[in-house]
């Protein structure tokens, strides 16, 4: 089963608005990362918080933890039509798996209308 | 360009055939992944190498093998490839070894099995 659930599967909004995305994931995590993904391409990694840290910013992204509701969200400020993409929540949960990999949530589907 | 290779890029393949993909990166990172990507199920890891010549099964691994003989190259072999293997394929690598860090991607291989 899936590790992280990314809420909603799918976004539609208006150029210059903002953009909310929520992840919940099951287990106890050294960090959360975020990624975005361009149709037909690999995977870019966005911004990692750590379970330590409650919100982290970069640029027009913002991302919240909050590791007792095991949820994090992701904010795109002032959204543009080149934001159009799928996001991804990722957890290394190696604390309780072993397993140093990155599990991936099933994604949220972002359309930006110019 | 520094970067990690996938090949092929896409293959048409009869059930019940021999398939390796390959991987290769000039990264010289130590960790190396793969992972499967479906529609509505995001990524789940098939295998994973935390460095050269230890290799991991993932969320996914029946079906599936992987070597890791040097730092730079992890294919993933399909013994005798079913439709149910369908999928893009995601090479990923990361730093370290010692936790999961940001992961980096390929652009993928479409497979189809008939």
């Known amino acids: 089963s899936q590790q992280g659930e990314e809420d909603p599967q799918a976004l539609s909004i208006q150029e210059g608005e903002n953009a909310t995305m929520n992840c919940s994931y099951k287990?106890?995590?050294?960090?959360l990362q975020w990624y975005r993904q361009n149709s037909g391409r690999g995977l870019v990694h966005l911004i990692l918080?750590?379970?330590?840290?409650r919100e982290k910013h970069s640029g027009r992204l913002r991302v919240t933890l909050d590791t007792s509701k095991k949820s994090s969200s992701l904010l795109i400020t002032a959204s543009r039509a080149a934001d159009t993409a799928s996001y991804f929540c990722?957890?290394?949960?190696?604390?309780?798996?072993?397993?140093?990999?990155?599990?991936f949530g099933s994604g949220t589907r972002l359309q930006v209308q110019p | 360009i520094a970067g990690i290779t996938q090949a092929p890029t896409s293959q048409i393949l009869a059930a019940g055939r021999r398939m390796t993909l390959r991987c290769t990166q000039d990264?010289?990172?130590?960790?190396m992944y793969w992972y499967r990507q479906d529609l509505g199920l995001g990524l789940r890891l098939i295998h994973y190498?935390?460095?050269?010549?230890?290799?991991g099964k993932g969320e996914v691994p029946d079906g599936y093998s992987v070597s890791r003989a040097n730092t730079d190259d992890f294919p993933l072999t399909l013994a005798s490839a079913v439709p149910s293997q369908t999928s893009v394929y995601f090479c990923?690598?990361?730093?370290?070894?010692?936790?999961?860090?940001?992961?980096?991607f390929g652009e993928g291989s479409r497979l189809t099995v008939l």
């Open positions: 990923a690598t990361s730093r370290s070894s010692a936790n999961t860090g940001e992961l980096f």
């Open positions: 287990t106890s995590i050294n960090n």
């Open positions: 918080i750590r379970s330590n840290e």
């Open positions: 990722a957890t290394d949960a190696s604390v309780d798996t072993g397993r140093r990999a990155l599990t």
């Open positions: 990264m010289r990172h130590n960790a």
């Open positions: 190498s935390n460095t050269a010549g230890t290799t």
